[in-house]
Nanobody, 122 residues
Framework: QEQLEESGGGSVQAGGSLRLSCKVS????????MAWLRQAPGKEREGVAT??????TYANAVKGRFTISKDNAKNTLYLQMNSLTPEDTATYYC?????????????????WGQGTQVTVSP
């Protein structure tokens, strides 16, 4: 059974930082393109960042503020979020892509977790 377990969300003031984690079970993260997605209230789910063995990609809205990384030994995906703004308020999901390489951020990913809530106040 698929298992991606996100944690690290919370409430912060604008300008603050959070680090999200996603513990993955049943397959090695090194073998897949992994991603962070988010969904704000009343909006569609959107891609935030992807990471493959060789590359990272970021949505324009988070470029320069967020960093995606993974620890293959811990089989865990991370998202370091700095300089947060109220527009970053959303539920954040980690996700997996089954195909080779990483797809565009607009792709529908193959599996994702239950999500962790991030709330940024002005």
């Amino acid at each position: 059974q698929e298992q991606l377990e996100e944690s690290g969300g919370g409430s912060v003031q604008a300008g603050g930082s959070l680090r999200l984690s996603c513990k993955v079970s049943r397959y090695p993260v090194r073998d897949y393109c992994m991603a962070w997605l988010r969904q704000a209230p009343g909006k569609e789910r959107e891609g935030v960042a992807t990471i493959s063995a060789a590359n990272t990609t970021y949505a324009n809205a988070v470029k320069g503020r967020f960093t995606i990384s993974k620890d293959n030994a811990k089989n865990t995906l991370y998202l370091q979020m700095n300089s947060l703004t109220p527009e970053d308020t959303a539920t954040y999901y980690c996700a997996r892509w089954n195909g080779g390489g990483c797809p565009p951020l607009s792709a529908v990913f193959d599996a994702w977790g239950q999500g962790t809530q991030v709330t940024v106040s002005p």
